[in-house]
């Protein structure tokens, strides 16, 4: 059973897809002492990498990311997912979107041991209120 889920805000930046570069940007948000609940990064193109943010705290992190001369994208909202781990489990929470008439566009998810997982997953922005009611989020 999903224990709980967390609607987040979220921002992704692209960032030079060469060594040390994803190293400069996570040394400026440490410095400024900013909280990530998670974060994702992917290569975009040949030359960049799109990494995507969740603060804990949005107006400190917007903050930090202007001063540290990073280009945030627009917010999305998403959500974070955790619980107990069990075969199946992630099936779950895709039915109860889908029972809804609502896709998912990206999710992460990992295992982080002793029986439990952690999920964030985007929607479309026009079902983010619909998801959050099929999955109980707060």
């Known amino acids: 059973m999903v224990e709980t889920v967390r609607k ?16 400069k940007v996570f040394a400026s948000l440490r410095d400024a002492v900013i909280n990530l609940v998670g974060f994702t990064a992917f290569p975009r193109r040949h030359w960049s990498t799109q990494i995507d943010f969740i603060p804990e705290d ?7 990311a202007r001063k540290a001369g990073l280009k945030l994208s627009a917010k999305k909202t998403g959500f974070l997912i955790k619980g107990e781990a069990w075969p199946g489990v992630f099936t ?5 979107l889908a029972a809804v008439n609502v896709n998912i566009t990206t999710s992460d998810v990992v295992g982080t041991g002793k029986g439990h997982y952690r999920t964030m997953l985007w929607v479309e ?3 983010v209120r619909k998801a959050a009611k099929a999955l109980g989020a707060q």
């Open 92 to 96: 779950d929470i895709v039915r109860k």
């Open 8 to 23: 987040v805000d979220s921002f992704y930046i692209e960032n030079p897809d060469k060594p040390g570069e994803g190293a």
């Open 58 to 64: 949005v107006v400190a992190f917007k903050t930090a």
């Open 125 to 127: 922005p026009a079902d």
